[in-house]
T-cell receptor
């Protein structure tokens, strides 16, 4: 079992819709959870951090964490073509930052 | 303007050559990291350093070496012992090396190609 798992996609959504990106992790002791956005050919950019159960909102982005289910998600409201990118989920487990392989999001105009 | 810089942006290496990738940060971060990214794979940790003059191997350190003589700088050398060095190399830094709130920020990356 991979330590951090994401569906590779592509996830295709129409412009203006809500995009839902999901991530599961294997280490129950994981404490911190991050979402990075990576445009093609560029480096990852940190967009959300979440540390406790529940929702955390920042503009059009909402991160959701459920430690009991070992599940973290990212919702993007009012999706724009500029949101088209690969979204990387990352988890701190045993003092290391472990990355998933990413989900490719394509927002169709 | 605070940030992380990496140079060069593109690097071509002949087989058998050692090459050094530069990483500099002016964020006053204690910890610095080197990752490698290959198509279809997640980022893999090569080396990290939590303090000057100290560094630890990550998951794929073989064929690589690093130094941390200054807080701001963490260069990575890709040696001829690295059998498959063609990849996208990413440097990152964080304010602290351990702990639950270890947000890491990335430089723009160096794309290395072996000819």
């Amino acid at each position: 079992q991979k330590e951090v798992e994401q569906n590779s996609g592509p996830l295709s959504v129409p412009e203006g819709a809500i995009a839902s990106l999901n991530c599961t992790y294997s280490d129950r002791g994981s404490q911190s959870f991050f979402w990075y956005r990576q445009y093609s050919g560029k480096s990852p950019e940190l967009i959300m951090s979440i540390y406790s159960n529940g929702d955390k909102e920042d503009g059009r982005f909402t991160a959701q964490l459920n430690k009991a289910s070992q599940y973290v998600s990212l919702l993007i409201r009012d999706s724009q073509p500029s949101d088209s990118a690969t979204y990387l989920c990352a988890v701190i487990a045993q003092n290391k930052l472990i990355f998933g392989t990413g989900t490719l999001l394509a927002v169709q105009p | 303007d605070g940030g992380i810089t990496q140079s060069p942006k593109y690097l071509f290496r002949k087989e058998g050559q050692n090459v050094t990738l530069s990483c500099e940060q002016n964020l006053n971060h204690d910890a610095m990291y080197w990752y490698r990214q290959d198509p279809g794979q997640g980022l893999r940790l090569i080396y990290y350093s939590q303090i000057v003059n100290d560094f630890q191997k990550g998951d794929i350190a073989e064929g690589y070496s690093v130094s941390r003589e200054k807080k701001e700088s963490f260069p990575l050398t890709v040696t001829s012992a690295q059998k498959n060095p063609t990849a996208f190399y990413l440097c990152a830094s964080s304010s602290q090396g351990q702990g639950a709130y270890n947000e890491q920020f990335f430089g723009p990356g160096t794309r290395l190609t072996v000819l």
